[in-house]
């Protein structure tokens, strides 16, 4: 999930999933949080939600099995930069995504 503003205050979604052989999502954790401070090399986060998903090709649709608040503070260090093309193989536009992971919570990107 991309967040668009990386700056102190700004609301965040944090991303972390289990995958199947096939590399499908089973289950997804959804975390809504807030910017607390920017760092070179790490952000820190206030989680103040929870949502956990069931998906998969069995259901065919979400099953919410965790819905609540939480209060939680945590810091993402930088994992990486991405660079990819936009549109077809022809296109020379690039977009470039940076990556903040932690271990325990799951991942950030902006």
Do not use: C
Not at 30 to 57: C, D, Q, W
Not at 74 to 92: I, M, N, Q
């Amino acid at each position: 999930m991309k967040n668009l503003k990386k700056e102190i205050g700004a609301t965040v979604t944090v991303h972390s999933g289990t995958n199947s052989m096939g590399g499908m999502f089973i289950t997804e954790t959804f975390y809504t949080a807030t910017i607390e401070k920017i760092n070179p090399k790490s952000i820190r986060l206030h989680m103040t939600h929870i949502k956990v998903v069931r998906t998969g090709l069995a259901s065919k649709s979400q099953e919410v099995l965790t819905d609540r608040d939480i209060n939680a503070t945590e810091s993402f260090p930088y994992w990486k930069t991405v660079e990819s093309r936009v549109g077809d193989w022809t296109s020379h536009e690039t977009v470039t995504r940076e990556f903040y992971k932690n271990n325990a919570r799951g991942v950030l990107e902006f």
